[in-house]
């Protein structure tokens, strides 16, 4: 059973920056692709970025978030990271990192994986 652990969230101005890490728990987490989706109170989940497995190594992004966050990965320390910048108030909900090995390229589809963290709160002030 493969585990996720999300950390690096927490309070910040808008316009400052936050980088949100997801730890796994196999040494083959470079076979996964992995997304980020985010939850606000009294919305649905929705997808944020994707990261392919590094074969492959791209990236995808909401347009919400197109030119603001960057997906990278460090396969030595089984990690994907996702660097948010030029936050605002719209980016404050609980994030999650997912993983996939079957759909290695990925999804901005929920149910594309398997294996999801316990979330991290981010909370943009204004």
Known sequence: QVQLVESGGGLVQAGGSLR??????????GNFAVGWF?????????????ITWSAYSSTYYADSV?????????NAKNTV???????????TAVYYCAASDTERLGSSWAGA???WGQGTQ???SS
């Open 38 to 50: 985010r939850q606000a109170p009294g919305k649905e989940r929705e997808f944020v970025a994707r």
């Open 113 to 115: 994986y398997d294996y």
């Open 66 to 74: 197109k030119g603001r966050f960057t997906l990278s990965r460090d």
């Open 122 to 124: 981010v909370t943009v």
């Open 81 to 91: 990271y996702l660097q948010m910048n030029s936050l605002k108030p719209e980016d």
């Open 20 to 29: 949100l890490s997801c730890a796994a728990s196999v040494r083959t987490f």
